[in-house]
């Protein structure tokens, strides 16, 4: 099966998403063609109308903002939704600017791409519920994201040992991330605790967070010896889809402290993989003190998370879900 995955580049987990995605339809036997757009185009994805797809595709694979650009009479297109901006939730953090631009110009766009999907995917029950409530009569299936276990995956030899506990927050440092809430995470902590930071695919400028250590931006391998390095992730999103950097972190053996909002839930098991808690700062430091101050307890849950993230977001079985969607399309 040749598949078309045209994208306009985002600099978020979506370009991630679809890229390792695609690495994974090939081990599969597959013909997936990766087409990225620079950024500029999502001011504009009518432009693209005119790409043509590659010859003998047999599907489209596309994200919500602009599918509707990539839609052909005759080739079935599958859609992903992997953030639903329209989310009730999300409508405090963001800036006029950005409100207009998804209240209109977004919302359009995703309207005209869902009439135009064969099927649309979201990448969680959450998301589900508010694709729904933004778009009446569309019905996403649920298909979660996943993740190369193989590559994110524990360090082979042990972390050395060292003073103190080590959090590693990995994303864009956006209020919707929580970014503003690490700085007074880490006030609550205090000594003892350090917080490891990147500035995720989007450069911003740079908290002054206490015991912080930015990262910047990370490649690949470089982020998977930043999950390998550190005790636990620290993650208190206001909302997601389903947050790649915690599913690789998860892949990595470590724990996760973050907020119990959104499509979290979905991702941690409270108690089990990590600890979701109110989107307090007091809680939520509290939560990595209960971490920090019990070894054993975190090392389960670090095999916890692990297994979690092999059995149910390995890039591996995620494929083949969405591969027999593409078969019922593909005749």
């Not at 009569?137 to 996943?146: A, E, Q, S």
């Not at 050395?160 to 994303?171: I, T």
Request: with cysteine; net charge neutral; proline share 8%.
């Amino acid at each position: 099966m040749k598949i078309w995955l045209p994208f306009i580049v985002g600099g978020s987990g979506t370009d991630t998403f679809t890229r390792t995605f695609a690495r994974f339809l090939e081990k599969a036997g597959h013909k997936p063609v990766v087409q990225p757009f620079p950024h500029w185009f999502q001011y504009a994805p009518d432009a693209l109308s005119l790409v043509r797809p590659p010859a003998g595709t047999d599907l489209v694979f596309t994200n919500s903002w602009n599918g509707f650009a990539f839609s052909k009479r005759g080739l079935p297109m599958v859609t992903m939704e992997q953030l639903c901006i329209h989310d009730p939730a999300f409508a405090e953090f963001r800036s006029i600017p950005q409100a207009l631009f998804h209240n209109t110009f977004v919302r359009w766009f995703e309207g005209r791409t869902f009439k135009s999907a064969s099927i649309v995917v979201a990448v969680s029950e959450a998301t589900k519920t508010a694709v729904e409530g933004a778009f009446p009569g569309t019905h996403p299936v649920v298909i979660p994201n996943g993740v190369d276990t193989d590559f994110f995956r524990p360090a082979e030899d042990p972390v050395p040992s060292r003073d103190g506990f080590r959090l590693l927050f990995v994303g864009n440092l956006t209020r919707r991330k929580g970014a503003d809430l690490l700085a007074p995470i880490m006030d609550e902590l205090g000594d003892g605790y350090e917080l490891h930071y990147t500035s995720g695919l989007r450069v911003r400028s740079r908290p002054n967070i206490r015991n912080g250590h930015p990262l910047g931006s990370l490649g690949p391998e470089e982020v998977r010896t930043a999950y390998q390095s550190a005790d636990a992730l620290l993650f208190p999103t206001r909302l997601e889809g389903l947050p790649l950097s915690v599913l690789e972190a998860m892949a990595c053996g470590l724990p996760v402290v973050g907020s119990n909002l959104s499509s979290m839930p979905e991702a941690v098991a409270d108690g089990v993989t990590g600890y979701l808690r109110p989107l307090d700062p007091t809680a939520l430091a509290q939560a990595v003190r209960d971490l920090a101050l019990n070894p054993r307890s975190r090392e389960e849950m670090s095999t916890n998370a692990r297994r979690h993230a092999t059995n149910t977001f390995d890039m591996v079985s995620v494929a083949k879900r969405y591969l027999r969607v593409f078969s019922e399309l593909v005749v």
